[in-house]
C-alpha cells in the first residue's frame, strides 16, 4: 500500500526557516520521483520542487529558486525540503507526491495528507 506522510510544517516569521518531510512506505522512494506541491488559500495547486528517480536530480518552481532545497535520505525512505528566506506569499498547504508535475501526480493520485505553512510578516 503506497503512502506518503507529510509533516514539518507550522507558523514562522518572514526571513525563517522550515524543513518539511515526506515519509514514504509501500515502495522504495529510489524508485519514483517526488515532488512538492503547494496550494496557497484560493489559488490552484502549483509544483514547488521535485527530485528525480535515479539519479537524485532535482528542479525547482522559479518563485523558490535559491532558496528551498529538496533532498532525499534514501535510508530512511524520505524526502525533505528545506526552505529559508521563507516569504509570506510561501503560506500554503504543502503537499507532497508521486511525480513531478500536476498532470503526473494527478493520474497516479499518491499524495500526502498536506501540511501547512504560514508566513507571518
Known amino acids: 500500500d503506497v503512502q506518503l506522510q507529510a509533516s514539518g510544517g507550522g507558523l514562522v516569521q518572514a526571513g525563517g526557516s522550515l524543513r518539511l518531510s515526506c515519509a514514504a512506505s509501500?515502495?522504495?522512494?529510489?524508485?519514483?520521483?517526488i515532488g512538492w506541491f503547494r496550494q496557497a488559500p484560493g489559488k490552484e495547486r502549483e509544483e514547488v520542487a521535485c527530485?528525480?528517480?535515479?539519479?537524485?536530480?532535482?528542479s525547482y518552481a522559479l518563485s523558490v529558486k535559491g532558496r528551498f532545497t529538496i533532498s532525499s535520505d534514501n535510508a530512511k525512505n524520505t524526502v525533505y525540503l528545506q526552505m529559508n528566506s521563507l516569504k509570506p506569499e510561501d503560506t500554503a498547504v504543502y503537499y507532497c507526491?508521486?511525480?513531478?508535475?500536476?498532470?503526473?501526480?494527478?493520474?497516479?493520485?499518491?499524495w500526502g495528507q498536506g501540511t501547512l505553512v504560514t508566513v507571518s510578516s
Open positions: 507526491a508521486v511525480g513531478c508535475n500536476m498532470a503526473i501526480a494527478t493520474m497516479l493520485n499518491y
Open positions: 509501500g515502495f522504495t522512494r529510489d524508485d519514483y520521483a
Open positions: 527530485i528525480s528517480s535515479n539519479d537524485g536530480s532535482s
